[in-house]
């Protein structure tokens, strides 16, 4: 504290220095808190990384008003504000540390602000400076109170933040006790500086959660996703000043949430598993034992079975009232219904997989939807009709418009990577530009190395039987070099490639879709469309092959330079040579991962972390672990 005293003085001397006009906050010095006066500090090394991003700040906003200081007040307005920043307010039961560097997060549940999304620094600055910002617009020094008491709009902000945990967020971060308790001991006998130190502290955090529920958290790319570019589309500051005086908080609120409709399901969903979290016991089910069981087996966990399912409506509680010990008829049905929503094949057995999912805890469900939301709120507004691709759920959307309805969207299952961290399909955006019909195969040398050219040391003949041919070259007119040991060395040591000619069994298949990526990751046909009948379709060695890609040409073709129907796309794909067909607009298409869904007709769908990404997002987020017995807030 006595450095800031010290610099302040000593610059005050400079008559011809000029400084920010921060907000003019009547502080008394004789009513600051000694823990404020000693934890203000600058001298450790936080405080100083965060007077240094306050004065970048400062420069940036030259087009500001400016004020020359003059007098102990307005060095002791200027002190009080900085260290109102920089400092920390010490309760009784939480602890607010204001922080600009981004990378410094308290600790979870600690009560403290977290979550700075980086986003929103890099796009206006630090968060001092948005205080800042938010503050000018004001007309009055004091944005959330009136008369020494809360207005009736902080009041409502707090009840936001409050319920936080609706929004798939936690309200310690936003010290949503902390400014409960005191907006309740506010009143017009309160001096000056608690009702700054309340002011300040509310905006600091509706200014986070307001970036936090439309931007997320973290920054997507330390989720594992690659965003094109970042965002700019909410005037923050705009949004937080607006709150202080709008008739109604909740509806200015829901114009920073993202606009997804399927955002919304889930949001909504959010609320009933919770409440189906608060009954620790409804997933503990009695085990069937070392066999799977069918259809008038006996179990004596059924009636428990039928609880859970009732509660998750997957079984009518008219067909609920049966209470024998055996797999019924509508046992079996109910177990199909949940089967589906989960990923699993429906066939209405009891068998390891399903047992799992039924049994695994509410909380984690809660879990599954929080990070899902969070991953919600990592995307852009559509401007153009996408294609997006859930990883954990196996299939591919093809919208119609830029409005996520079910009714406009084709859908079709897909296979993705193995959950080899080398081989799993990378979660990033792109730009489909090209279908080509009856493709080459250009063979990763990953698979040459590790997997051709061993087979060639035991099958000489490999190459011929899989209508593999060696190139020199990267252009689908290289020429072709003879299969010889000269050449296998080549191979090795990458002066030649390999590539699978087009036909009925090319890895490929008859088609494929090129979105241009540094993965070299595309969607494509496949002869092996047996794989489609299984549950879990994690197959390819990173691309997404497409089940039904007539169908996906027939969409994608809509954007090329001349007419295409079912009928031209089928003989291109037997035609006896290649074509590659250049779309005369692009379209999105989004590599996504989220392990819950929550449909129009009401279901909610979770599916497995097949990579682990909800696990790191947890870690990411500093997010206490799921214990099965309260539902995580």
């Not at 607009?585 to 989220?594: D, Q, R, T, W």
């Amino acid at each position: 504290m006595m450095m800031i005293v010290s610099k302040a003085w000593s610059l005050q001397q400079k008559k011809t220095h000029e400084f920010w006009k921060f907000p003019t906050l009547p502080f008394e010095t004789s009513a600051m808190p000694a823990s404020t006066k000693h934890k203000s500090s600058c001298a450790n090394e936080r405080g100083q990384r965060n007077m240094a991003s306050l004065k970048t700040n400062a420069n940036r906003m030259a087009e500001r008003p400016m004020l020359r200081m003059r007098g102990s007040g307005a060095v002791i307005r200027f002190l009080c504000f900085i260290a109102l920043l920089l400092g920390s307010i010490r309760t009784s039961d939480a602890t607010i540390v204001a922080t600009t560097d981004k990378t410094a997060f308290p600790p979870a549940g600690s009560g403290q602000l977290r979550h700075w999304s980086p986003l929103l620094g890099a796009l206006e600055g630090d968060e001092a400076g948005l205080v800042r910002a938010i503050y000018d617009r004001g007309n009055s020094t004091f944005l959330w109170s009136s008369q020494g008491r809360p207005t009736q709009q902080a009041r409502a902000v707090i009840g936001i933040l409050v319920a936080a945990d609706t929004f798939g967020l936690e309200p310690d971060d936003y010290a949503a006790n902390l400014l409960t308790t005191n907006a309740s001991q506010l009143n017009s006998e309160s001096s000056q500086t608690q009702r700054s130190q309340f002011d300040i502290l509310l905006t600091r955090a509706t200014l986070r959660f307001i970036s936090n529920v439309h931007y997320g958290r973290i920054d997507p790319r330390a989720g594992g996703f690659e965003l094109a570019e970042s965002r700019n589309d909410l005037d923050i500051v705009t949004t937080v000043a607006s709150l202080a005086s709008s008739l109604n908080v909740g509806e200015v609120v829901a114009t920073a949430e993202p606009h997804f409709y399927h955002y919304a399901l889930l949001k909504s969903a959010l609320r009933f598993y919770r409440l189906l979290a608060a009954n620790s016991g409804i997933t503990k089910l009695t085990p069937g034992g070392n066999r799977s069981l069918h259809l008038g087996d006996h179990y004596m966990g059924a009636q428990v079975l039928r609880e859970l399912l009732v509660a998750e409506r997957d079984l009518s509680e008219t067909d609920a009232e049966a209470t024998g010990q055996t797999l019924d008829a509508a046992l079996v049905g109910a177990l199909k219904h949940f089967q589906l929503r989960h990923g699993l094949t429906p066939d209405g057995t009891l068998g390891p997989s399903t047992f799992t999912a039924l049994s695994t805890p509410m909380a984690q469900r809660v879990r599954q939807i929080e990070l899902t939301l969070e991953r919600w709120r990592w995307l852009p507004a559509f401007t153009v009709a996408p294609i997006i691709v859930n990883i954990p759920e196996f299939r591919l959307f093809a919208f119609n418009t830029t409005a996520d309805r079910a009714a406009s969207i084709l859908q079709m299952p897909v296979i993705v990577g193995q959950t080899y961290p080398s081989k799993r399909t990378p979660i990033f955006v792109g730009a489909l530009k090209y279908v080509v019909f009856r493709p080459y195969w250009d063979v990763p040398r990953s698979i040459t190395l590790n997997e051709i050219l061993p087979a060639l040391r035991v099958h000489p003949d490999y190459m011929q039987r899989n209508n593999f041919e060696i190139v020199r070259g990267e252009g689908d007119d290289s020429p072709i070099v003879k299969p010889t040991p000269e050449a296998f060395a080549a191979l090795a040591a990458g002066q030649v490639r390999v590539r699978q000619r087009p036909g009925d069994d090319n890895a490929l298949g008859l088609i494929k879709f090129l979105f241009p990526n540094a993965h070299n990751v595309y969607m494509h046909s496949t002869p092996a469309h047996q794989l489609f009948l299984v549950s879990k379709r994690a197959f390819s060695h990173g691309c997404i092959r497409v089940s039904d890609p007539v169908a996906l040409a027939n969409y994608v073709l809509q954007k090329a330079p001349t007419p295409w129907d079912e009928s031209r796309i089928v003989a291109a794909m037997h035609d006896d040579k290649s074509l590659r067909v250049e779309l005369r607009e692009s379209i999105p298409v989004f590599i996504l991962y989220g392990t819950a869904m929550a449909t129009e007709d009401g279901q909610v769908q979770f599916f497995d972390d097949i990579y682990g990404h909800d696990r790191k997002l947890e870690a990411l987020l500093s997010l206490r672990p799921v214990n099965g017995l309260v539902a995580p807030r």
